[in-house]
C-alpha cells in the first residue's frame, strides 16, 4: 500500500515565520493597534481572518479584518525572491519520495506566496501534490487540510504521517486521525506540541532526516 508524508510548509520546511510575525507586526501597526509579537507569534499557522480575530479579539471592527490581511500579504510579498529554506528540507522530501512515500505539502499559502515556498524547496519533483487555502472552506486545526492532502494522495489516515511546526498543526492533524511529528525550528516549544498530538519531536528537517530510521516516517 501507498504511504503519505503530509507536511505544512512555513516554519516547518521553510523558515518564514518570524517573517510572518514581523509583517503582521507591521500591519496591525499601520492600522493603530498596538500586538505585542509573541502573541502574533502563537497565532501563525492559523487561517489569516483566525489570526486577526485571535489577536484582536471579538470587539475588534470586524469591517477591517481584509484590509489587515491584505497589508501583511502586500508586506510579507516583499520577501517572496529570498525566503530560505530549512536546512535540508528539500533533502528530506527528495529522501522520502524515493523511499516511496507520496510528498504532499498541506499549507495555508496559495498563489504567489506557495509558488515562492515551492521554489524556496527547491524539491519539486518529489512533490506528489498540494492541499492549499484554496482547497478547502477550513483551515488548521480543522481537520480539512489535512484530509484534502490525503484525498489528493490516495492514502488512508492509518498510513500517513503529518509533519508540522505549530500547536495547529498537531491538532489539524490528530483530528484526521494521523500520526503527527512536530519540529521546533518553528518556534513552539517541544511541550506545547506534544500536549497537542506529536508522537514525536525533531529540531529542524535535518535532524528529522539524520533520525529518519528511529522515527514514525522509518
Not at 484590509?67 to 525572491?81: C, N, P, R, V, W
Not at 519539486?124 to 484530509?147: F, L
Not at 511529528?181 to 518556534?187: A, E, H, N, S
Request: negative net charge; contains cysteine; aromatic residues 6%.
Amino acid at each position: 500500500m501507498e504511504r503519505a508524508a503530509v507536511f505544512d510548509v512555513d516554519g516547518t520546511l521553510v523558515d518564514t515565520n518570524h517573517l510572518h510575525v514581523a509583517t503582521w507586526w507591521e500591519a496591525f501597526r499601520q492600522a493603530g493597534h498596538q500586538v505585542p509579537m509573541h502573541a502574533i507569534h502563537r497565532s501563525v499557522g492559523l487561517p489569516s481572518e483566525d489570526l486577526v480575530a485571535r489577536v484582536l479579539g471579538d470587539e475588534r471592527d470586524k469591517d477591517r479584518d481584509g484590509e489587515l490581511s491584505a497589508a501583511h500579504k502586500t508586506l510579507y510579498a516583499q520577501y517572496f525572491d529570498r525566503l530560505p529554506a530549512l536546512r535540508d528540507a528539500g533533502r528530506l522530501l527528495r529522501h522520502l519520495d524515493r523511499a516511496g512515500w507520496r510528498v504532499v505539502l498541506a499549507t495555508s499559502a496559495s498563489g504567489p506566496e506557495l509558488a515562492a515556498l515551492r521554489r524556496a524547496l527547491d524539491a519539486d519533483e518529489a512533490i506528489h501534490a498540494t492541499a492549499s487555502a484554496e482547497d478547502v472552506d477550513e483551515g488548521k486545526p480543522a481537520p480539512e487540510p489535512v484530509e484534502h492532502a490525503l484525498e489528493l494522495a490516495g492514502v488512508p489516515a492509518e498510513r500517513a504521517v503529518f509533519v508540522g511546526d505549530t500547536v495547529w498543526d498537531m491538532r489539524a492533524g490528530t483530528r484526521a486521525g494521523v500520526r503527527c511529528v512536530g519540529v521546533l525550528c518553528g518556534g513552539i516549544p517541544r511541550a506545547d506540541l506534544e500536549e497537542a498530538g506529536a508522537r514525536a519531536v525533531y529540531d529542524d528537517p535535518a535532524h528529522l532526516l539524520a533520525g529518519l530510521d528511529d522515527s514514525p516516517l522509518a
